[in-house]
Nanobody, 124 residues
Framework: QVQLQESGGRLVQAGDSLRLSCEAT??????YSWFRQAPGLEREFVAA????????SYADGAKGRFTIFRDNLKNTLHLQMNTLKAEDTGVYFC???????????????????WGQGTEVTVSS
């Protein structure tokens, strides 16, 4: 049974750093990702990676500030977020895709399993 459990979300100040984690159990996957849903808005893509890390993709607002990576030994997925801004506020979801692709998907519909989300609030 596949399970995803996010953690790490909390209230931080603008300019701070924060690392989100997602424990993935049940099997191996082709790709994993992080999406964000800001208050009153639809969920949006943040970052994605193939399972082995050969290819990564970032939303424009995440480039240069966020890093997606996986702890191979623990099968834990991470999103390292630096220089946080107020607009980074939202609920962050990790997601995994079963299919193996050369490039990681960036659309919600391409992901098969989702976590429950962890809330990040960036105060300015």
């Amino acid at each position: 049974q596949v399970q995803l459990q996010e953690s790490g979300g909390r209230l931080v100040q603008a300019g701070d750093s924060l690392r989100l984690s997602c424990e993935a159990t049940g099997r191996t996957f082709g790709s994993y990702s992080w999406f964000r849903q800001a208050p009153g808005l639809e969920r949006e893509f943040v970052a994605a990676s193939t399972w082995r890390g050969s290819s990564k993709s970032y939303a424009d607002g995440a480039k240069g500030r966020f890093t997606i990576f996986r702890d191979n030994l623990k099968n834990t997925l991470h999103l390292q977020m630096n220089t946080l801004k107020a607009e980074d506020t939202g609920v962050y979801f990790c997601a995994v895709a079963v299919a193996t692709t050369r490039l990681p998907p960036t659309r919600e519909g391409d992901y098969d399993y989702w976590g429950q989300g962890t809330e990040v609030t960036v105060s300015s």
